[in-house]
């Protein structure tokens, strides 16, 4: 376990309430704050990193846009609180996108890191040529679909009743991570575009994005 950089150099603390990866590293980096950040200033933010122009960041911004809507309740009071406050970063454990473990419990729900979990990701991976020269390890579009499969059957094995039944809907949710984090911190093209084990381990470990996202993000 670690809550900490491997380096010397710990890394800015994030709430624990807030358990997506990818929001906590834009919360560290100090691109977006950490409690009430207004949809706009979100999706533009993760649309900044996506690399993406004209109407591919278009689709994207609003997919973003409605994801983070519904993040915080589904009720009609919590939809009128994001559309005019925006998302709540610190209250997302709990709400409509938490799977309650159907994840990589990579973090737990204190935000802890799991090493061994990490591992385990690191497993479902291949050797991939890394366009910067020489290879590593790394989890293409497939691999990545393999992992989450294992991720919901272990939940499911668990608590047989609960993920088949109530919570069916969990794969559809996986669809906006995983992928989306090839997506956008991607190396390679193709079916051999894969996620970097190295990049993933730093991102929950150290909050921290490669420096090519933080390139866009600077922009
Ligand atoms: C394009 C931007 C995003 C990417 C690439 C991304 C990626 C991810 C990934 C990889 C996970 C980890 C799943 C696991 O451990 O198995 C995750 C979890 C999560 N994300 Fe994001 N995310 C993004 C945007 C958002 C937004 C906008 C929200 C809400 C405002 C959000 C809320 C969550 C929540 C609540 C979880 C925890 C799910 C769980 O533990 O079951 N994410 N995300």
Request: with cysteine; hydrophobic share 40%.
């Amino acid at each position: 376990m670690s809550d900490i950089a491997s380096g010397e150099t710990p890394a800015p603390p994030v709430s624990p309430n807030n358990p997506c990866p990818f929001l906590r590293a834009l919360v560290a980096g100090g691109y977006v704050g950490g409690h009430v950040v207004p949809l706009a200033e979100l999706s533009g933010t993760i649309d900044r990193a996506t690399g993406k122009t004209g109407l591919a960041a278009i689709n994207a911004g609003i997919k973003i846009f409605m994801v983070a809507q519904i993040a915080n309740g589904l009720g009609p009071l919590s939809q009128l609180r994001s559309l005019t406050k925006g998302a709540v970063l610190d209250e997302l454990r709990n709400g409509p996108l938490d799977k309650h473990g159907a994840g990589s419990r990579i973090l737990d729900e204190h935000a802890v890191v799991h090493e061994e979990e990490i591992a385990r990701l690191a497993t479902y991976g291949q050797t991939y040529n890394n366009p910067d020269g020489g290879t590593e390890r790394g989890l293409s579009a497939s691999d990545i679909k393999t992992f989450m499969a294992a991720n919901f059957q272990r939940a499911k094995d668990e608590h047989p009743r609960y993920y088949a039944i109530l919570r069916c809907y969990y794969p559809l949710l996986m669809l906006g991570e995983w992928p989306v984090l090839l997506d956008i911190m991607g190396k390679g093209q193709g079916k051999d575009r894969y996620l970097s084990v190295a990049e993933i381990r730093t991102l929950f470990v150290e909050r921290r994005f490669p420096d090519r996202i933080i390139a866009l993000l600077k922009r």
